[in-house]
């Protein structure tokens, strides 16, 4: 006969990277430069090439901006504390899962701050192996999460 459990873990969060930078705005930039640029560039014909050659490179730019923007949005991690071990499911496009547990007595929440206390990285170190958590996050979502992560973190330690 099979059981079912109906424990809940002690914390659980799906980390995706920061979105906060849209090429959307990037593009309409570039066509209100163009619009407010093409007088002078029908104007002065000297500053047709040079001209014509920023847009090119601006566009490149935002080309490379936005194909790098989709590959970031598809990785994802999913961080689960339970009582007896801490789980981080690492998938990404064109990669397949990755599961790591640890146990929570054995692993600590290394943090990286700068000056002003804001955290930079989340580390877990266990043994002489350091994994990040949640590189691609913002700073601000960076810090909430630590907090949030190393209160659940202490309490699996004392379970």
């Known amino acids: 006969m099979q059981t079912s459990t109906t424990t809940s873990p002690l914390f659980s969060a799906t ?64 961080v689960t504390v339970w009582t007896d071990q801490v789980e981080i499911l690492t998938n990404g496009r064109r990669q397949e899962k990755k599961l790591r547990r640890f146990d929570p007595k054995k692993v600590r929440l290394v943090l990286k701050r700068d000056d002003n206390e804001r955290t930079l990285a989340m580390h877990l170190r266990h043994g002489a192996d350091l994994i990040e958590v949640g590189g691609f996050m913002a700073v601000a979502d960076k810090s909430s999460f630590a907090r949030a992560f190393g209160r659940a973190l202490r309490k699996a330690r004392a379970s």
């Open 15 to 78: 980390l995706r990277p920061d979105r906060s930078l849209r090429a959307a705005g990037g593009w309409i930039g570039l066509a209100v430069a163009g619009l407010l640029g093409l007088p002078f560039l029908v104007a002065v014909p000297e500053f047709i090439l040079p001209g014509t050659a920023g847009f090119v490179l601006a566009g490149g730019g935002l080309t490379a901006f936005s194909w790098r923007q989709a590959r970031r949005a598809k990785l994802v991690e999913q």
